[in-house]
C-alpha cells in the first residue's frame, strides 16, 4: 500500500510535465501553421498579381498591394510605388504585345512575397533579342 501512495504522485507528476511539454509543442505547432497560411496567403496574392498584369487590370494594383508597398524592378536601384506602377506597366502594355507572366517559383516568407517567373511576349518595336 506505501508503494501506491509514492507511485501515484510520481504518475500525476510525469503526466504534468509531459501535458505541459505536449501544450509547448502545439502552442509551436500553431505558430508554425499560422506562419504557412500566411505565406500560402502571399503566394495567392502575388499570382493574382501577375493574372491582373496579364489581362490589362489597372485595378489589380488596389487591389493585392498596400498603397505604401516599394516595387523593386531587375536593374533598378530605387523602388517605385504602387502609383508609380500603374504608369509603368500602362507603358509595357503599348510597347510588349501580349506579354504573360509565368510563375516558375514563388517564395513568401512574413509580408513579403517573390516570384521568379518568365514573360513571353511580341514587340511593336520589331524583333527583341532574347536575354536568357
Known amino acids: 500500500m506505501k508503494r501506491y501512495r509514492l ?6 507528476l510525469l503526466c504534468g510535465s509531459f501535458a505541459c511539454r505536449d501544450k509547448a509543442a502545439r502552442t509551436e ?3 508554425f ?12 496574392l502575388a499570382i493574382r498579381y501577375l493574372e491582373g498584369v496579364d489581362s490589362r487590370d ?4 488596389d487591389e ?3 498603397a505604401d508597398c516599394k516595387i523593386y524592378f531587375p536593374g533598378s536601384f530605387e523602388p517605385i510605388s504602387r502609383e508609380q506602377l500603374k504608369g509603368v506597366v500602362g507603358g509595357f502594355y503599348k ?3 501580349n506579354i504573360s507572366h509565368q510563375p516558375e517559383d514563388l517564395i513568401a516568407e512574413g509580408d513579403r512575397a517573390s516570384a521568379v517567373r518568365t514573360a513571353p511576349f ?3 518595336m520589331g524583333r527583341v533579342p532574347s536575354t536568357v
Not at 507511485?7 to 500525476?12: C, G, N, Q, S
Not at 501553421?33 to 495567392?44: D, G, I, L, S
Open 7 to 12: 507511485a501515484v504522485p510520481v504518475f500525476l
Open 64 to 66: 493585392v498591394l498596400s
Open 33 to 44: 501553421r499560422a506562419r504557412a497560411e500566411v505565406a500560402e496567403q502571399n503566394k495567392a
Open 95 to 97: 510597347v510588349f504585345e
Open 58 to 61: 489597372a485595378g489589380v494594383f
Open 29 to 31: 505547432l500553431d505558430k
Open 122 to 124: 511580341t514587340s511593336s
